[in-house]
């Protein structure tokens, strides 16, 4: 029994110590940034700590000495240790949105799923509406969640009272066909939109989920988003 337990308690042992550096080092990193720290990992890179907060990466050493920002690249793959962790970090659970307060666009088959939040007035999301309006075989899911201005909120209502929301969404987005419509509805998707944005670290439009729950932010060409796609099983 003792010879079955040991791998065990050594195990603990290593784990304890690095827990508690680890939290050690987010204390102080907290106190350097005065704000909040999520979590606090070694990297498995130059005996560097990742400090994720904010939606963000940065590093730092055991003794908080210096803070680096940055992508940091393994060197033999030459790949983006940041980029891949924060995917990771900011994946979200897609079952759990609530889709009943999205615009919903069914194009062919409509399998493939994607949410996207997204401002009427962002030119970049405009940019990707009209990428999107050579997407086939997928459901689109698009949150409403108007961030720059007055204008937007008002646009938003309007589309969100249409009687056809997903046409007003595209003859405004794709074809610049603003909508004329009234805006006195029940819009309380609209603010549970911008609550659930903020929740979820959403800052800017256009910001993409995928049904794995890999966020994207910005107007991707459509290649990427089709690659994106095919690969989720």
């Not at 997204?118 to 086939?136: H, S, T, V, W």
């Not at 309380?188 to 800017?204: H, S």
């Amino acid at each position: 029994m003792l010879k079955k337990l040991l791998p065990f308690l050594f195990a603990a042992g290593l784990a304890l110590p690095a827990l508690a550096q680890e939290a050690n080092v987010k204390k102080a990193i907290e106190a350097k940034l005065g704000t909040p720290v999520t979590s606090v990992t070694k990297s498995g890179y130059l005996d560097l700590y990742e400090v994720y907060f904010d939606g963000q990466i940065i590093y730092t050493d055991e003794k908080v000495s210096v803070i680096l920002a940055g992508n940091l690249i393994d060197a033999k793959s030459m790949t983006s240790v940041t980029d891949e962790r924060l995917k990771k970090l900011t994946a979200i659970k897609f079952s759990d949105l609530p889709l009943n307060q999205a615009i919903k666009i069914v194009r062919g088959n409509g399998k493939r799923t994607i949410a996207i939040f997204e401002d009427p007035n962002c030119g970049y999301c405009k940019r990707l509406a009209k990428e999107m309006a050579r997407l086939d075989n997928a459901t689109l899911y698009i949150f409403l969640y108007p961030i720059l201005s007055e204008d937007s909120i008002k646009k938003s209502r309007q589309i969100w009272c249409a009687a056809d929301p997903a046409k007003t969404w595209n003859d405004w987005m794709v074809n610049g066909k603003a909508p004329t419509g009234k805006d006195d509805c029940d819009t309380t998707a609209i603010i549970n939109n911008q609550e659930l944005g903020r929740k979820l670290r959403v800052t800017g439009t256009p910001t993409l989920f995928f049904a794995d729950g890999e966020r994207v932010g910005g107007a991707i060409p459509l290649n990427r988003i089709e690659q994106k796609l095919n690969s989720i099983k």
